[in-house]
């Protein structure tokens, strides 16, 4: 069997061609897919890579809203947040004051 899987949240996933799981990795970090028009034509790409694997379009269309589901499973890291109240969590340390030492 020659296949492989990928985390996103709390899910493993096993992408229907490796075209599909470039795609996924694309859309689940944001590579090209800013608009929904991207999103939408991430999420058709990935359909019709299932659909070529002799899965019906109802079939690759629920595929894709379950990868939906993992994407909205991911729970960032408090310190990769980018919002101020969560800035706090991590002190900043001065790299002038340890360049003295």
Not at 4 to 30: E, R, Y
Not at 37 to 60: F, M, N, R
Request: proline share 8%.
């Amino acid at each position: 069997m020659n296949s492989f899987a990928i985390i996103f949240g709390h899910c493993v996933w096993i992408p229907p061609s490796p075209k599909a799981a470039m795609v996924a990795l694309n859309l689940f970090f944001g590579i090209g897919t800013t608009t929904q028009p991207d999103i939408i034509a991430a999420e058709s790409i990935i359909a019709a890579q299932y659909v070529a694997g002799g899965k019906t379009q109802v079939e690759a269309k629920k595929e894709v809203a379950t990868l939906n589901s993992c994407f909205g499973s991911y729970e960032v890291p408090p310190e990769s947040r980018n919002h101020p109240v969560d800035a706090k969590l991590t002190p900043r340390r001065n790299a002038q004051a340890l360049i003295g030492k």
